[in-house]
């Protein structure tokens, strides 16, 4: 069983910049591929990013690439998603969820089976 939480969302002029993070429990979260997906209103859950368990691989979306990061910290068990030059377009609920330990069909909603409650981002113009 994994649990996550997310935090670190909030409200920002575009521009700027936020860093998320996703503390996760369980023996085998660091093992684990984690992903970010966001859900902005009235839309369907769309892919961020992803990592794998060892962090050396990750896959951003094109919407994000080249603005966002994602890294990892295994020794704090958690994973961090650094968005700068955030755009209105960005605006959305942050989710952070836990798939296995192969890197496959990250973008996948159906890939992760743990998910966070989400947190709010949400950018000015």
């Known amino acids: 069983q994994v649990q996550v939480v997310e935090s670190g969302g909030g409200l920002v002029q575009a521009g700027g910049s936020l860093r998320l993070s996703c503390v996760g429990s369980?023996?085998?979260?660091?093992?684990?591929?984690v992903g970010w997906f966001r859900q902005a209103s009235g839309k369907e859950r769309e892919f961020v990013a992803a990592?794998?368990?060892?962090?050396?691989?990750?896959l951003s979306s094109d919407s994000v690439l080249g603005r966002f990061t994602i890294s990892r910290d295994d020794a704090k068990n958690t994973v961090y998603l650094q968005m700068n030059d955030l755009k209105p377009e960005d605006t959305a609920v942050y989710y952070c969820?836990?798939?296995?330990?192969?890197?496959?069909?990250?973008?996948?909603?159906?890939?992760?089976?743990?998910w966070g409650q989400g947190t709010q981002v949400t950018v000015s113009s």
């Open positions: 969820a836990v798939s296995g330990p192969s890197f496959f069909a990250v973008i996948q909603t159906t890939s992760y089976v743990y």
């Open positions: 990592i794998s368990g060892t962090g050396g691989r990750t």
């Open positions: 369980g023996r085998t979260f660091s093992s684990s591929t």
